[in-house]
């Protein structure tokens, strides 16, 4: 095991079961919300007209992105040690740095995401593909997406501080993942791998 890894469990190891069963809660929460977006979506997509398709996928994209456990509720560490805002004896700014330092593992994780966001958003542009293919594409994507999240939720209970930061990192990677770039801009693409970039140093 590297020192760093020996790092991570050290600080897993300080989170108490109070502010653990509280981040898992409120991950749950969010995958079960989106969860029922994803059906909407699912329904939905059958009747879209070719024109809307794009909108479409920019709605989901920025559903998915909206459901994602980035907040301070989905951070056991948060909880536990941002009551006063002053993140003393926390494990995840000892090893990747307090996430309000502009060169924090955190801060250029979520920089990178609202980037991402904010392209999704902007994006005016045409489908790159056919309609008959952006169809296949969302209609995969929702699915896959919906089972990521439904596995999150059944492997949550049983997870320890340390598999539910290594769970939230590998979701919000697979979840990235599963943006159906090929039906958005050229700068959504290159905004999804810097996203993805960022989260090898997430946990």
């Given at each position: 095991?590297?020192?760093?890894?020996?790092?991570?469990?050290?600080?897993?190891?300080?989170?108490?079961?109070?502010?653990?069963?509280?981040?898992?809660?409120?991950?749950?929460?969010?995958?079960?919300?989106?969860?029922?977006?994803?059906?909407?979506?699912?329904?939905?997509?059958?009747?879209?007209?070719?024109?809307?398709?794009?909108?479409?996928?920019?709605?989901?994209?920025?559903?998915?992105?909206?459901?994602?456990?980035?907040?301070?509720?989905?951070?056991?560490?948060?909880?536990?040690?941002?009551?006063?805002?002053?993140?003393?004896?926390?494990?995840?700014?000892?090893?990747?740095?307090?996430?309000?330092?502009?060169?924090?593992?955190?801060?250029?994780?979520?920089?990178?995401?609202?980037?991402?966001?904010?392209?999704?958003?902007?994006?005016?542009?045409?489908?790159?593909?056919?309609?008959?293919?952006?169809?296949?594409?969302l209609n995969l994507f929702i699915k896959v997406s919906r089972d990521v999240a439904m596995r999150l939720q059944e492997e949550l209970p049983s997870a320890s501080a340390l598999r539910l930061m290594e769970l939230k990192a590998a979701y919000l990677d697979a979840?990235?993942?599963?943006?159906?770039?090929?039906?958005?801009?050229?700068?959504?693409?290159?905004?999804?791998?810097?996203?993805?970039?960022?989260?090898?140093?997430?946990?």
């Amino acid at each position: 095991m590297t020192d760093h890894a020996q790092e991570l469990e050290a600080a897993a190891r300080d989170i108490d079961l109070e502010s653990l069963q509280a981040a898992k809660s409120a991950v749950a929460a969010s995958c079960q919300e989106y969860i029922r977006w994803a059906d909407l979506f699912s329904r939905r997509l059958e009747t879209v007209e070719a024109e809307k398709l794009h909108k479409f996928a920019r709605a989901f994209s920025l559903t998915l992105l909206g459901h994602l456990p980035t907040r301070p509720g989905t951070c056991p560490f948060c909880i536990q040690y941002d009551r006063d805002k002053s993140c003393t004896g926390c494990g995840y700014a000892a090893t990747h740095g307090r996430c309000d330092a502009e060169d924090s593992a955190f801060s250029l994780f979520i920089e990178a995401f609202q980037e991402l966001g904010r392209a999704i958003y902007q994006d005016t542009g045409e489908l790159g593909c056919s309609p008959h293919d952006a169809r296949m594409h969302l209609n995969l994507f929702i699915k896959v997406s919906r089972d990521v999240a439904m596995r999150l939720q059944e492997e949550l209970p049983s997870a320890s501080a340390l598999r539910l930061m290594e769970l939230k990192a590998a979701y919000l990677d697979a979840m990235i993942w599963l943006i159906p770039g090929l039906l958005l801009s050229e700068e959504v693409r290159e905004k999804c791998l810097l996203v993805r970039r960022t989260l090898l140093n997430y946990w």
